[in-house]
């Protein structure tokens, strides 16, 4: 055990000092909307999905109703669908692994597991997804603690965020030598913004055609010749 967590340490350090940055701001921003301290530490360990979590707080400071603010939420995770299910292809084999796997797989984490030159063992994977949703979660509960004791106005921290994701383009650029990814998502946002819909939908209808021109791209390649041919 303690084994796989000092190899998992140094894989998951990068995305856990940005979790928890964010984790904290998570916990500011809802103990000043009136969450108290507990609720949105309960938010992190049983949601635990980010961008989701502010728009919780976001639609319940707005009196949206239940089924509205479910429905968001819905919208904005199903893009973990498309990269989750094919990326446990070969991936922990037991029940209570997968499981885990599934519940702490995120954009950050997949993106760091999926940028290694090489494919670590499940236990680290799992491991990674854990310590990162520990951070986030602790980050949650000193930014709910401090938001509680001291009188701060924060607006956001979505710097680090911004930051985070920033590091881990970079990382896929690096390791797959591939602009796809920069471009698709930029055609993505360029799709959005004439809609002016709302935060959610607008990143569901993004991941839909980010995974259409990746599609496409994939299609419409050239393939490699097989250099043994002939020979």
Excluded at 80 to 87: C, D, E, N, S
Excluded at 156 to 163: E, I
Excluded at 181 to 195: C, D, N, Q, S
Excluded at 200 to 224: C, D, E, Q, Y
């Amino acid at each position: 055990m303690l084994s796989t967590l000092r190899s998992a340490l140094p894989i998951a350090a990068p995305v856990m000092v940005g979790y928890f940055t964010v984790g904290a701001t998570f916990g500011l921003t809802a103990t000043q909307a009136g969450f108290g301290w507990l609720w949105p530490v309960v938010i992190s360990l049983i949601q635990f999905a980010g961008a989701a979590q502010f728009m919780i707080v976001a639609m319940v400071a707005q009196g949206a109703a239940l089924t509205e603010i479910a429905l968001v939420v819905f919208l904005l995770n199903l893009r973990h669908v498309f990269y989750g299910l094919p990326f446990l292809n070969n991936r922990p084999r037991s029940l209570v692994g997968r499981i885990l796997m599934i519940f702490w797989l995120t954009d950050e984490t997949y993106s760091l597991l999926t940028t290694r030159t090489q494919t670590d063992p499940p236990p680290v994977q799992i491991a990674v997804g854990g310590l990162n949703y520990f951070s986030w979660a602790a980050g949650t509960l000193l930014g709910s603690i401090i938001g509680q004791l001291l009188p701060l106005q924060i607006d956001s921290f979505a710097f680090a965020l911004s930051a985070l994701f920033a590091i881990l383009l970079t990382e896929q650029i690096r390791a797959h030598r591939s602009v796809v990814p920069l471009v698709a998502g930029g055609l993505a946002v360029l799709v959005i913004v004439p809609l002016e819909v709302s935060f959610g939908i607008g990143m569901f209808i993004s991941g839909l055609a980010a995974i259409a021109v990746i599609t496409l791209w994939h299609v419409l390649r050239p393939t490699p010749l097989n250099k043994g041919k002939g020979s």
